[in-house]
DNA sequence: CGGAAGATTGAGCGTAGTCAAACCGAGTGG
DNA sequence: CCACTCGGTTTGACTACGCTCAATCTTCCG
């Protein structure tokens, strides 16, 4: 049931998030860091685009605002992990960025860069890839908020989350969400009571246990086949 | 309820297609045509990303195939746009391009393109810029996808649509649909009953009329409003 | 301790999915 | 010319999944 580029296991994954030799790269000629607080925004929806970010530690949302003022969950981002790629299009961000914990960023201004591009040959390679990962990334998001009932979407996030931390070093069976209910379900397409009950039915499986945001996972298989 | 680049009437909406300036200069440095016949397809999952095309005439869809064998449309393309970006993430096609109908493309080799880049300034702006505005695109059909309703749903696509014909100079309000209503539920998440039941729908609220293919619109206003 | 934000749980409802049948138009061949 | 097929579309009846509204509970933090 799950396109096969949900699942974590396999070894080139499109979904893979854009942490690697590619980002290591590009992190390399960073220079300035800032804090951000939990909450506070990065940037906002049409502010002129300027940086590249990348998160140092912390976490963040990138929100897309609907008309009637509510806000969509398009991403969240993780250490390591890059944002404001979408200011390249027409020069103006189009989403908001947000902490959801105390957070640093470091950063990297676009004009610098095209600059580096032209002498050191193969980083605009790099940001070319960067971004055109972030398609792939969108289209897999895609297919799940377009085929996917609720449990199949919440198992797709957690193995998401398990994937990414693990990548980070951290345990890939047991971590803790930066996120509310609210925002998973943003995400998701789905509702936050929804996202909590969906949590429930996924832990009477016994393939998880829940505990608020803290996750402990009991079957990475389980959690795939679903 | 609409996010406002949902709309089409907004001047500067980040849902715009990839034509413009930016495509028209890229255009040029085309070089290779070919004929494709309906049902066939340009690239596949997997394939070694090599080429970006554009369409020259006719019109594509793009697919994502989910684990169990079936297929969900992640885009549509028309006249003058670009297929095969997302292969520059990893050097692999990511989806599948197949023709609505018999069509025309023109190839441009990827390398090619990255070696003008080094000589001829401002081409690597252009293809980051088309990229980068491909995720934009994406995020805005995420939106799509997570908060609005069958009835929303199928307006925005009309609506998109119609922008997009109508800057290839077509009408705005009467054009003919290339897919099948199971390659339009596909992309809206929804399945094909349930779009011809909202085409209904627009028809009895006389925002549209519909006779299987043929769409007469008549208020682009109302379906904005919806 | 009290208040607030987030999470859980419950009951009822509605939208869109499912399954099935009928319909339509284009193309094919007798 | 009509009969037949086939893919695509429409329509109907029923169902179920997830939404809504509401109450309660938990945890955190002043």
Chains 1, 2 share one sequence.
Do not use: W
């Amino acid at each position: 049931m799950f396109p096969d580029f949900v699942q974590p296991t396999s070894e080139r994954t499109p979904c893979m998030t854009h942490t690697g030799s590619d980002t290591a790269r590009l992190l390399s000629l960073m220079a300035g860091r800032r804090k951000i607080s939990q909450g506070e925004s990065l940037y906002h929806e049409h502010d002129h685009f300027q940086f590249i970010y990348a998160v140092q530690s912390g976490s963040f949302k990138s929100t897309l605002a609907l008309a009637d003022g509510f806000e969509q969950v398009s991403s969240f981002h993780m250490v390591g992990e890059l944002l404001g790629l979408d200011g390249v299009a027409d020069g103006r961000h189009a989403s908001r960025a947000v902490a959801l914990e105390d957070s640093e960023i470091s950063t990297l201004s676009y004009a610098q860069l095209t600059e580096l591009s032209s002498t050191i040959c193969g980083v605009h390679h790099i940001l070319m890839r960067l971004i055109s990962r972030e398609i792939v990334r969108s289209h897999c998001h895609m297919v799940v908020l377009g085929s996917l009932n609720s449990t199949q979407r919440l198992a797709a996030f957690l193995l998401n989350q398990s994937e990414r931390l693990s990548a980070r070093g951290y345990s890939a069976l047991e971590f803790h969400l930066k996120m509310t209910r609210g925002e998973i379900g943003s995400f998701l397409g789905l509702t936050l009571e929804t996202v909590s009950r969906t949590f429930g039915e996924l832990q009477d499986q016994r393939l998880v246990q829940v505990k608020r945001r803290h996750i402990v996972i009991a079957s990475l298989d389980g959690l795939a086949r679903v």
